[in-house]
C-alpha cells in the first residue's frame, strides 16, 4: 500500500533521540518533519461531516449563503443573554448579603461566605459547560439549556423573598437586634431551601459562562479579511454588555428593592432572564454553529494513555514509522482543523509515533494524531495565563462584600441625592463603561504609539496592564481603609458600625473602584480574546471555561483566605478581634488589604515570568508540503 507523508518546514530544531538522557546526534530524528498518513488509519471521531472550522445552521448543515447569517445582527441576540446573565449575578452577589442579614437573620461573614460560595459554583462549573458544549451539545444547545436553569433559580429565589414561609419572623426584630444577634435566625430548612435555589442559579451560570462569548465569537468569518478587527471588537463589545448589565443590577434592581421590596427585586432579575431567554431563541435562524468535536477529556486521556503506554519507545528506533496523522486537509477531530507539530512537551509525542506494531487500524488508545497531541500540549501552554488572573477575581469578590461593608460607615450623598449602600459598586461599572467607549479613539493610538501593536496592545500585554492596576486599587484601599478606620475610632464611631459618619464621604471608595474597575477592562477582556484565540478549533468552549474557571476558583479563595486570616488573627478566648470582625471599626482590614497587595505583587511576577515564555499560536510558522512515497521509504533520513 502506498502512503503520504507530510514534510514540515526545514531548519526545524533537532530532537534528542531517547530520553534517557543520551543523545545521538547521529541517528537523531527531527520531530515534525514526517508526518505519516495512513489512508487505512480508522478515525476515532470519523463519522461523515464538515471538516474543519466550516459553519453549519442549527441542523449541522453547510450554510449555502453566510451573507444571510451571522455578524453583528446575530451577536446582538447573544449580548442580550449575557446581559441578563450578569445583571441576576451581580444582582444577586450584591443584594444577597443583605437579605441574609436583614431577613435571614444571619451573620454578616456567614452571608460572605455563602454568596463567595456562589459566585464559586457559578464559575467554577463553567468547566462542565464548556466540555458539554465542545463534546456533545454544542454551544447552542447548552447556552438553551443552562438558561432555563437560571431562570428556574431565579424564579426559586423570588419565592423565597415573597412567601413568609420561606423566612423568619421579622417582629421584634429592630435594628438594635440585628447588632445584637438577637433576632430569630432562619430555621435549618429555610437556609436549606434558600441555598439549594441560589446553587442551582450559579449551576445554571455553567452552561452560559463559557459558551456565550465562544459562541458570539463564532458569528464571524474567521476567513474574512477583518477578521482580528472583528474579533476584537467583539470582545470589548460584549465586556460592554456584561458591564451595562452589572450597572442596571446595582441601580435599578436596587432602587426596585428599596420602593417595592426583595421579592420585586429578585422577580426583576427573574423577568429579565426570561425575556433575554426569548430574545435569544428568537435569533435562532441567524446563528452560525461548530459542529462539536466529541468528548475533548477523551481526547486528552486517549493522548496521556498512548504516551504512558510508548514511554520506553526510542525516537531513534528502526520500528519506528513516523509521527502519526490522517490523510487530506481535514483532522480526524470534528470541527477542527491540523494542528503543526510543535516541539513542546515531546514525551506526550509519543503518544503519535506510529511503529510497525502499530499496524493500520490500531485503536485511538495506543496511537493519536499529531493534531490530536497538540490539542493536549496548547490546553497545558494556556495554563499559566489564567491561573495568574485568579487573584484579581479575589480582590474583585471581596471588594463586593468589603467595599459594603466600608460604605455602611460612610456618607453616601451626593449632593441631595443619597446612594443606597448596595449601589456603590456600580461605579466601577461606571469606569468600565467608559473605558470601553473610549478605547478605540483614546487607548489604542495612545498604547499604538507606546508598544507599536497594530491594536494598542497584545492580548498578554492588556492582562498584564490589568494585573498592574489590581495592584494599584488594593493599595489604595488599604491606605483609605486605614484612614476610615483611625476617623472612626477618633470620633466615637468604634462600636457603631452600621451607622454612617456624615463627615465622610463613601466617594473615596471611588478611586479603588476606579482602578480595579481599569483592571478589570484590560485584564478579564484581552483575557477572553487571548483564549478564544489560543484555545484549539474543537476546544473554544474549554478555552473559555479556562477564565470563568480561574473567577471560580479565585471566589473559593477568598471564602478560604477569609476563613484562614480569622482563625489566624482572631482569638476569641482573649477576646481579640480578627482582622475582618464584623464590626469593621474594630477589626484590621487595613492589613487584609495590604496582604492582598503583597500577593498580588507576587502574582504579577509570576505573570511576567508565563507571557515572556509563552509563544502565540499565530506566531509558529506553519508550513506543510506533501510528498508521495512508496511505502517502504517512509522511515526517511534523520
Known amino acids: 500500500m502506498g502512503s503520504r507523508e507530510i514534510k514540515s518546514p526545514e531548519g526545524l530544531p533537532e530532537t534528542?533521540?531517547?530520553?534517557?538522557?543520551?543523545?545521538?546526534?547521529?541517528?537523531?530524528?527531527?520531530?515534525?518533519?514526517?508526518?505519516?498518513?495512513?489512508?487505512?488509519?480508522?478515525?476515532?471521531?470519523?463519522?461523515?461531516?464538515?471538516?474543519?472550522?466550516?459553519?453549519?445552521?442549527?441542523?449541522?448543515?453547510?450554510?449555502?449563503?453566510?451573507?444571510?447569517?451571522?455578524?453583528?445582527?446575530?451577536?446582538?441576540?447573544?449580548?442580550?443573554?449575557?446581559?441578563?446573565?450578569?445583571?441576576?449575578?451581580?444582582?444577586?452577589?450584591?443584594?444577597?448579603?443583605?437579605?441574609?442579614?436583614?431577613?435571614?437573620?444571619?451573620?454578616?461573614?456567614?452571608?460572605?461566605?455563602?454568596?463567595?460560595?456562589?459566585?464559586?459554583?457559578?464559575?467554577?462549573?463553567?468547566?462542565?459547560g464548556g466540555f458539554l458544549a465542545d463534546a456533545y451539545l454544542g454551544r447552542y444547545w447548552t447556552i438553551a439549556i443552562f438558561t432555563t436553569i437560571y431562570l428556574a433559580g431565579l424564579t426559586g429565589i423570588t419565592l423565597c423573598a415573597t412567601m413568609n414561609i420561606f423566612m423568619p419572623d421579622q417582629g421584634q426584630c429592630d435594628q438594635l437586634s440585628?447588632?445584637?444577634?438577637?433576632?430569630?435566625?432562619?430555621?435549618?430548612?429555610?437556609?436549606?431551601?434558600?441555598?439549594?435555589?441560589?446553587?442551582?442559579?450559579?449551576?445554571?451560570?455553567?452552561?452560559?459562562?463559557?459558551?456565550?462569548?465562544?459562541?458570539?465569537?463564532?458569528?464571524?468569518?474567521?476567513?474574512?479579511?477583518?477578521?482580528?478587527?472583528?474579533?476584537?471588537?467583539?470582545?470589548?463589545?460584549?465586556?460592554?454588555?456584561?458591564?451595562?448589565?452589572?450597572?442596571?443590577?446595582?441601580?435599578?434592581?436596587?432602587?426596585?428593592?428599596?420602593?417595592?421590596?426583595?421579592?420585586?427585586?429578585?422577580?426583576?432579575?427573574?423577568?429579565?432572564?426570561?425575556?433575554?431567554?426569548?430574545?435569544?431563541?428568537?435569533?435562532?435562524?441567524?446563528?452560525?454553529?461548530?459542529?462539536?468535536?466529541g468528548s475533548p477529556l477523551t481526547r486528552v486521556a486517549q493522548v496521556l494513555v498512548a504516551a504512558f503506554r510508548k514511554r520506553k519507545a526510542s525516537?531513534?528506533?528502526?520500528?519506528?514509522?513516523?509521527?502519526?496523522?490522517?490523510?487530506?486537509?481535514?483532522?480526524?477531530?470534528?470541527?477542527?482543523?491540523?494542528?503543526?507539530?510543535?516541539?513542546?512537551?515531546?514525551?506526550?509525542?509519543?503518544?503519535?509515533?506510529?511503529?510497525?506494531?502499530?499496524?493500520?487500524?490500531?485503536s485511538p488508545w495506543r496511537l493519536c494524531t499529531v493534531t490530536q497531541v497538540e490539542e493536549v500540549k496548547i490546553l497545558i501552554k494556556l495554563v499559566p495565563i489564567p491561573a495568574c488572573t485568579i487573584m484579581l477575581n479575589l480582590i474583585l469578590t471581596e471588594y463586593l462584600t468589603l467595599s459594603v461593608q466600608q460604605a455602611y460607615t460612610l456618607n453616601t450623598h451626593l449632593g441631595h441625592l443619597k446612594?443606597?449602600?448596595?449601589?456603590?459598586?456600580?461605579?466601577?461599572?461606571l469606569s468600565i463603561f467608559l473605558i470601553l467607549s473610549l478605547y478605540y479613539s483614546v487607548f489604542v493610538p495612545i498604547f499604538r504609539r507606546i508598544t507599536g501593536h497594530p491594536r494598542g496592545a497584545s492580548q498578554l500585554q492588556r492582562i498584564g496592564i490589568g494585573l498592574a492596576f489590581s495592584i494599584l486599587s488594593v493599595a489604595w484601599a488599604a491606605i483609605f481603609e486605614r484612614y476610615r478606620r483611625k476617623y472612626a475610632v477618633e470620633h466615637g464611631y468604634e462600636f457603631s458600625f452600621l451607622t454612617p459618619m456624615p463627615n465622610l464621604s463613601a466617594y473615596w471608595l471611588l478611586i479603588q473602584y476606579c482602578l480595579i474597575g481599569i483592571a478589570e477592562v484590560f485584564c478579564i477582556v484581552g483575557l477572553l480574546e487571548f483564549l478564544y484565540e489560543e484555545a484549539p478549533d474543537a476546544m473554544k468552549s474549554i478555552g473559555s471555561a479556562y477564565a470563568a474557571l480561574a473567577g471560580g476558583i479565585g471566589?473559593?479563595?477568598?471564602?478560604?483566605?477569609?476563613?484562614i486570616v480569622k482563625s489566624v488573627t482572631g482569638n476569641p478566648d482573649k477576646r481579640q478581634q480578627s482582622w475582618l470582625s464584623q464590626n469593621i471599626n474594630t477589626g484590621r482590614f487595613e492589613y487584609f488589604y495590604w496582604l492582598l497587595t503583597v500577593l498580588s505583587a507576587i502574582n504579577f511576577c509570576a505573570f511576567l515570568y508565563s507571557a515572556r515564555r509563552y509563544e502565540y499560536r499565530a506566531e509558529q510558522k506553519f508550513g506543510i508540503q506533501e510528498v508521495v512515497t512508496n511505502k517502504q521509504n517512509t522511515p526517511a533520513r534523520g
Not at 430548612?189 to 450559579?202: A, R, S
Not at 446612594?419 to 461599572?429: N, W
Open 555 to 563: 471566589c473559593f479563595a477568598a471564602s478560604i483566605l477569609n476563613s
Open 16 to 128: 534528542p533521540a531517547a530520553y534517557d538522557g543520551v543523545s545521538n546526534p547521529v541517528h537523531s530524528k527531527k520531530l515534525g518533519i514526517y508526518f505519516l498518513e495512513s489512508d487505512n488509519r480508522r478515525m476515532a471521531f470519523g463519522r461523515g461531516y464538515t471538516g474543519g472550522t466550516t459553519p453549519v445552521n442549527i441542523h449541522g448543515k453547510p450554510i449555502p449563503d453566510l451573507s444571510k447569517t451571522g455578524g453583528w445582527i446575530a451577536a446582538l441576540f447573544i449580548f442580550g443573554n449575557e446581559m441578563a446573565e450578569r445583571m441576576a449575578y451581580f444582582g444577586l452577589s450584591v443584594n444577597m448579603v443583605a437579605f441574609m442579614f436583614y431577613i435571614m437573620h444571619r451573620p454578616f461573614t456567614s452571608s460572605s461566605n455563602a454568596v463567595n460560595n456562589f459566585l464559586g459554583i457559578s464559575q467554577a462549573s463553567s468547566v462542565l
Open 178 to 293: 440585628l447588632l445584637l444577634g438577637n433576632c430569630e435566625p432562619a430555621k435549618s430548612w429555610q437556609m436549606l431551601y434558600l441555598n439549594t435555589v441560589l446553587y442551582v442559579t450559579g449551576f445554571g451560570a455553567a452552561g452560559i459562562r463559557p459558551c456565550v462569548s465562544s459562541f458570539g465569537a463564532d458569528q464571524f468569518d474567521e476567513r474574512g479579511e477583518n477578521y482580528k478587527s472583528h474579533l476584537d471588537r467583539f470582545f470589548n463589545f460584549f465586556y460592554l454588555s456584561v458591564t451595562i448589565g452589572a450597572i442596571v443590577a446595582f441601580t435599578l434592581v436596587v432602587y426596585i428593592q428599596m420602593k417595592h421590596g426583595w421579592g420585586s427585586a429578585f422577580g426583576s432579575l427573574a423577568i429579565a432572564m426570561g425575556l433575554s431567554n426569548m430574545l435569544f431563541f428568537v435569533g435562532t435562524p441567524l446563528y452560525r454553529h461548530r459542529l462539536p468535536g
Open 419 to 429: 446612594l443606597p449602600v448596595t449601589s456603590m459598586p456600580v461605579f466601577p461599572c
Open 315 to 362: 525516537f531513534s528506533s528502526s520500528d519506528l514509522i513516523g509521527l502519526y496523522e490522517v490523510p487530506g486537509k481535514r483532522s480526524a477531530i470534528k470541527g477542527s482543523g491540523k494542528i503543526a507539530h510543535t516541539d513542546d512537551f515531546r514525551c506526550l509525542d509519543k503518544a503519535a509515533l506510529q511503529l510497525k506494531e502499530d499496524g493500520v487500524d490500531s
